[in-house]
T-cell receptor, first 121, second 115 residues
Framework: DTGVSQNPRHKITKRGQNVTFRCDPI?????LYWYRQTLGQGPEFLTY????????KSRLLSDRFSAERPKGSFSTLEIQRTEQGDSAMYLC???????????????????FGEGSRLTVL | AQKITQTQPGMFVQEKEAVTLDCTYD???????LFWYKQPSSGEMIFLIY??????QNATEGRYSLNFQKARKSANLVISASQLGDSAMYFC????????????FGTGTRLQVFP
């Protein structure tokens, strides 16, 4: 399977514990995004990498959250001292940069993984 | 700031009928992209269709078409000949190309197709 892969798919943890999620993007994609989706809402942007550089972080990403993409390939999202409000689906997506250059114009479409669902008890 | 508004929390449609899902957007940037994604119960976001702000014609992809009305800042999704497998959440999203390409999503519309 050459799509975006996330694991674990489900994580149940107790409040105060640390959790880490991993995302393996599509291999030729240099852009990687993390989103959070709570019940009944659309995905909310958390952070973005271009290769190994973290170029943008949302205000939603408190200091308990940290994301890395050390070699510009897979990425990890760690949440320290989890709180019940952290319970959500964490989605990873990857893409190529938008380009209008023929013969391969690109819309910048994001390809998503199936997400990692976190439940904090 | 960019914003996407989807005012229909839920929609019902009978199989084989067409349905329109509403989306309005707000941005001051002249260059942007509009996307629709489908999210079935499995959770994965599936890309359906894209419309660029400078595209003259409405985008179409199979049974999906995007009714783009730039002056009204609307980008409604039309699904023709609905199928039972179309039952899912549908999200409208906007990006600013040549920037980070991050997507700003609406709150979604749950579509249920009945026989």
């Amino acid at each position: 399977d050459t799509g975006v892969s996330q694991n674990p798919r489900h994580k149940i943890t107790k409040r105060g514990q640390n959790v880490t999620f991993r995302c393996d993007p599509i291999s030729e994609h240099n852009r990687l995004y993390w989103y959070r989706q709570t019940l009944g809402q659309g995905p909310e942007f958390l952070t973005y990498f271009q290769n190994e550089a973290q170029l943008e972080k949302s205000r939603l990403l408190s200091d308990r959250f940290s994301a890395e993409r050390p070699k510009g390939s897979f990425s990890t999202l760690e949440i320290q001292r989890t709180e019940q409000g952290d319970s959500a689906m964490y989605l990873c997506a990857s893409s190529l940069p938008t380009s209008s250059v023929e013969p391969h114009p690109n819309t910048g479409e994001l390809f998503f993984g199936e997400g990692s669902r976190l439940t904090v008890l | 700031a960019q914003k996407i508004t989807q005012t229909q929390p839920g929609m019902f449609v009978q199989e084989k009928e067409a349905v329109t899902l509403d989306c309005t957007y707000d941005t001051s940037d002249p260059s942007y992209g509009l996307f629709w994604y489908k999210q079935p119960s499995s959770g994965e976001m599936i890309f359906l269709i894209y419309q660029g702000s400078y595209d003259q014609q409405n985008a179409t992809e199979g049974r999906y078409s995007l009714n783009f009305q730039k002056a009204r800042k609307s980008a409604n999704l039309v699904i023709s000949a609905s199928q039972l497998g179309d039952s899912a959440m549908y999200f409208c999203a906007m990006s600013l190309p040549y920037n980070t390409d991050k997507l700003i999503f609406g709150t979604g519309t749950r579509l249920q197709v009945f026989p």
